[in-house]
C-alpha cells in the first residue's frame, strides 16, 4: 500500500500553488532575488517518520524561525529566570520589526519579535562567550534540532547586514536601555548570522517535531533541550510566534507556530506532529502567503487545532469487583489507559462513593498505558489513605507504571504482577480473621 500522508500533501499544495498573492521580502536584497514559485509541505511524526511533497530539499534562510530554536537554547543554557529578566512573554500585537519595548523596564515584550531575538541571541550559550563562540553555540543548537549540521549562507547574511539599520536602531536602543550589555553591532551581526542558517523544508519539519517530542529529536534521538523548556517555547510560539497575525492564527489554525521571511513557515503539534512548509511571497505580516493558507487546510482537513477538545476518553475504571469472602475478600479495581488528573479523580472517587468493605484492596494497573506524575501523586495518596483505614493495599503492577511506589507516611503497598498471586497468597493480617 502507499502512504497516504503524502499524497494528501501532493493535493494540497497543487490546491494553493496557483494563489500568487505576496511579495517577496524586498528589504533584504539577497531575498528578494529568490525564485517565487518554491513550493514544499513536511510532516515529521514524534516517532521520527517524514513524509513531504515538493520541494522538500530546496535550501533557504531560516530566518525568524530560528527565533523559537534560540530561545529554547537560552533558556536551557541559562536558566529561565536571567532570560526572563530581559524579554518578557506578552504578545506585543505588532510587526515583527516594530521599535518597541515594555515601558518602565525596557525589556522587548516576547522573544519573537526582533527586539526579542536579538537580545535572546545575547544570552544564548554560557556566559561569558566571545560573539564568534555564541554563534557557534546557536548553529550548534539548531543542528541539533535539525539532526545534522547546518551551514551558513554567507551572500544572505552579507546582504541583511548591509541593510540592517532598523535592526541596529532595535539593538542600540536595547544597549540604552541595559538590556544589551555588549557592542549593540556584534551582537545584531550574531543574530543575523543565525537567520542566515540553511535549512530544507525537511530540515524544519524535524525541528518542529523536536518541539512536539519534548525536546527529543524523532530521528537522532538526541535530547536537545528538556520538556519545561519546550513547554515554554510552544507557549510563546502559540501566543506570539505570527506576529500580529496571531490571534487570527490561533483561532482558525491553532498549531504553534513561526514563520520566516525567507518563506518558511513551521508548526509543532504536542505530541503528535512537526509540520514546516516552504513558499516564499509573504503578506503584509511577513508571513507566507501560501503557508498561511496550508496550514490552515492541515488544521480544518485533519483537526490539528490544539484546542480541539478530544472526545472523553474511555472510561477509566474498566471494573470494580470482589474476589473472595471473608478475611480473604479483595476488592479489585482495574483501570485502563493513560492516566492524567482527570483519570486519577475518577479512580479515587471509586473509592470514596463506594469504600472497600473488605479487608484487602487491589489497583490493578496491568491495561495502563501511561502515568503522568500528578496521577501517580494522587494513587498513591488514595494507597495511603486506604491503609489508614486499615486494608491490606495491593499494586498489580506488572509493566512498573509507578517503580518503587512509596506511599508516604502510614502507607503500605505490596507490588504484584497479577491479582491471582495476592489471591493465593493467606490475608497479610489474620488477626482480623473472624
Ligand atoms: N533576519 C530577519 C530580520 O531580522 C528575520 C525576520 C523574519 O524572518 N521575520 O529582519
Redesign the pocket.
Known amino acids: 500500500m502507499r502512504s497516504i500522508v503524502p499524497d494528501y500533501l501532493t493535493d494540497a499544495l497543487a490546491d494553493v500553488e496557483p494563489n500568487m498573492q505576496g511579495e517577496l ?1 524586498g ?2 536584497p539577497e531575498l528578494a532575488a529568490a525564485d517565487p514559485g518554491r513550493l514544499g509541505a513536511v510532516f515529521a511524526t514524534v516517532d521520527g517518520e517524514v513524509h513531504g511533497a515538493g520541494d522538500v530539499d530546496v535550501t533557504f ?7 523559537p530554536f534560540v530561545y529554547a537554547l537560552a533558556l536551557s543554557d541559562r536558566g529561565f529566570a536571567p532570560v526572563l529578566a530581559k524579554v518578557g512573554v506578552e504578545p506585543s500585537g505588532e510587526a ?2 516594530e521599535i518597541s519595548v515594555e515601558r518602565g523596564t525596557g525589556r522587548p515584550r516576547n522573544p519573537m519579535i ?1 527586539a526579542g ?2 537580545t535572546v541571541h545575547s544570552v544564548a550559550g554560557a556566559e561569558g562567550l566571545t560573539p564568534t563562540e555564541r554563534v557557534d553555540r546557536v548553529i550548534r543548537g539548531l543542528s541539533a534540532f535539525a539532526g545534522r549540521d547546518l551551514t551558513v549562507d554567507e551572500t544572505v547574511c552579507a546582504s ?1 547586514m548591509e541593510s ?1 539599520h ?2 541596529l536602531a532595535i539593538a542600540h536602543m536595547l544597549r540604552s536601555y541595559g538590556i544589551l550589555t555588549e557592542d549593540p553591532r556584534a551582537v545584531v551581526d550574531g ?2 548570522r ?3 542558517v540553511l535549512v530544507t523544508t525537511r530540515d524544519l519539519a524535524v525541528m518542529a517535531a523536536t518541539l512536539a517530542n519534548r525536546g527529543v529529536n524523532p530521528r537522532t534521538g538526541q535530547q536537545v533541550v528538556d520538556a519545561a523548556v519546550v513547554r515554554q517555547v510552544l507557549s510563546v510560539m502559540a501566543t506570539c510566534g505570527m ?1 500580529d497575525a496571531a490571534g487570527d492564527w490561533a483561532t482558525q489554525v491553532g498549531i504553534p507556530a513561526k ?4 518563506g ?1 513557515l513551521i508548526g509543532a503539534l504536542p505530541g503528535q506532529v512537526g509540520i514546516a512548509t516552504f513558499s516564499p511571497r509573504l503578506d503584509a505580516h ?2 507566507s502567503v501560501r503557508g498561511v493558507s496550508l496550514f490552515e487546510r492541515f488544521a480544518s482537513d485533519m483537526g490539528l487545532h490544539v484546542m480541539e477538545v478530544p472526545p472523553a476518553a474511555r472510561a477509566t475504571v474498566r471494573s470494580d469487583h470482589v474476589h473472595g469472602h471473608g478475611p480473604a475478600a479483595m476488592r479489585v479495581l482495574e483501570v485502563q489507559g493513560g492516566i492524567r488528573f482527570a483519570g486519577a479523580e475518577r479512580i479515587v472517587r471509586e473509592f470514596v462513593d463506594a469504600a472497600p468493605r473488605e479487608p484487602r484492596v487491589a489497583l490493578d494497573l496491568t491495561r495502563v498505558s501511561s502515568i503522568d506524575d500528578v496521577a501517580r501523586r494522587m494513587l498513591l495518596e488514595a494507597v495511603r489513605r486506604l491503609t489508614l483505614d486499615g486494608h491490606d493495599v495491593y499494586l498489580v503492577d506488572p509493566e512498573s507504571m509507578i517503580p518503587d511506589p512509596d506511599p508516604g507516611p502510614g502507607g503500605r503497598v505490596t507490588v504484584i504482577s497479577q491479582v491471582e498471586q495476592a489471591l493465593s497468597r493467606p490475608p497479610a493480617r489474620p488477626e482480623n480473621a473472624s
Request: with cysteine.
Open positions: 521580502a528589504y533584504i534562510t531560516i530566518q525568524s524561525i530560528s527565533k515583527f520589526n526582533n531575538a536579538i541583511e540592517a532598523r535592526n543574530y543575523i543565525q537567520c542566515s506576529y514563520s520566516g521571511v525567507a518558511g511577513g508571513n
